[in-house]
């Protein structure tokens, strides 16, 4: 029996509904284009914005859906649920954006926020920098203030919308003596003279992810750039981890589950040595551990966007639901491909693109080495 899903709303399950057409509809069969060009086109963004489909939990006053975590938990599971790889419009809507409507003032929001809701500007955060890693706390990119403008010089890398954004959010130096305390975010328009992007990077999977080397030599940005206060960026940055994480254990669960109906679907058809692939006991049994896997990742995430919702989801639990998602997607994941035999390691197979798209979710949002370092912490 599959589990009643009881916490979302039937406005929530309205958006599913129309989240689920669009991508379908205007995703599905973009997709390969998107791969050859190595990023979304601009076109499908605005369509995103139209439709509502762009930052819907932030207040309708700046363009968003005025809707909460719930209404980007459906549209997050919708775009796994259908398939569609590399396009980074919850990385802009459900990551980015919130910082921006939490911590921008008045003036910085009606600016920015109308423009972003609508997909006319697109979102990228800078953190991770060349040999630093999840240490966000060793960054070495700096600004320095020169009179009303800070001077900001670094590099970094995978940054994700890298090549196709018209905003950064930079984490950054202001104090680089004060260690963690004297980080700032500031946000780099990419039109500013001495902004420079490097590389695509080509990845294992998404190659529709316009993944990112960006570099900032002498980049002049007002004062009136800076998000929140000065030297307070990693404390910001770690109060909204806990979404981040909580938003890939979401797509950990609808991949686990996509990648098992595909899964039964092939063994009970394909043929070998006189039967199906489904009636050797083998399959059974790691079938029914991939199910019994998909039914406890399914629960806890479900639970935890409940505690979100409720904005009781603590930095150890989001790190719980990530790990424990994205942990038992991977073995499982690596299961089901070997089910499929040859045709499992085909990337025109879709468990085979899950396979290379999803390995990256037990590094995203924080290593699974450091996730169960931050939860013992706690034991």
Not at 256 to 273: H, I, M, P
Request: charged share 25%; proline share 2%.
């Amino acid at each position: 029996m599959d589990i009643v899903r009881t916490v979302f709303r039937e406005d929530h399950e309205m958006l599913r509904e129309s989240a689920r057409r669009f991508f379908e509809r205007e995703c599905v069969p973009r997709q390969a284009e998107w791969d050859r060009a190595g990023r979304t086109d601009r076109e499908t963004w605005l369509k995103m914005g139209r439709e509502g489909l762009l930052c819907v939990a932030l207040p309708a006053e700046y363009g968003g859906g005025g809707g909460d975590f719930g209404h980007a938990a459906v549209v997050m599971e919708e775009m796994h649920r259908a398939g569609v790889s590399g396009a980074g419009f919850s990385l802009h809507s459900d990551i980015i954006a919130p910082y921006f409507n939490r911590l921008g003032t008045e003036e910085q929001k009606r600016r920015w926020l109308p423009a972003l809701c609508a997909g006319e500007k697109i979102l990228a955060v800078a953190m991770t920098e060349p040999g630093g890693g999840s240490d966000l706390k060793a960054m070495r990119t700096s600004a320095v203030r020169d009179g009303n403008e800070y001077v900001i010089n670094g590099a970094k890398t995978f940054i994700s919308n890298g090549q196709s954004a018209d905003l950064v959010m930079l984490a950054c130096k202001t104090d680089p003596a004060a260690g963690a305390k004297g980080v700032s975010l500031i946000v780099v328009e990419a039109d500013r003279a001495g902004f420079r992007r490097g590389r695509k990077l080509h990845k294992v999977g998404q190659p529709a992810a316009d993944t990112s080397e960006l570099f900032f030599d002498d980049v002049r940005v007002p004062v009136g750039n800076l998000l929140g206060e000065e030297n307070m960026g990693f404390k910001y940055l770690m109060q909204e981890l806990a979404q981040e994480r909580l938003l890939i254990a979401i797509y950990a669960a609808v991949a686990l589950e996509r990648a098992l109906d595909l899964t039964l679907q092939y063994v009970k058809e394909r043929k070998a040595f006189g039967q199906t692939v489904w009636d050797f006991q083998n399959s059974k049994f790691k079938l029914a551990d991939a199910k019994a896997g998909a039914v406890a990742v399914r629960t806890m995430v479900d639970y935890y966007i409940g505690e979100h919702l409720r904005r009781r989801l603590s930095v150890q639990e989001a790190a719980i639901a990530k790990l424990f998602a994205t942990e038992t997607l991977w073995k499982h994941l690596d299961d089901m491909v070997q089910l499929h035999g040859g045709y499992g390691y085909m990337l025109e197979y879709p468990i085979a693109r899950a396979f290379v798209d999803y390995r990256v979710s037990r590094v995203a949002g924080g290593a699974s080495e450091v996730l169960r370092d931050l939860i013992a912490r706690q034991l």
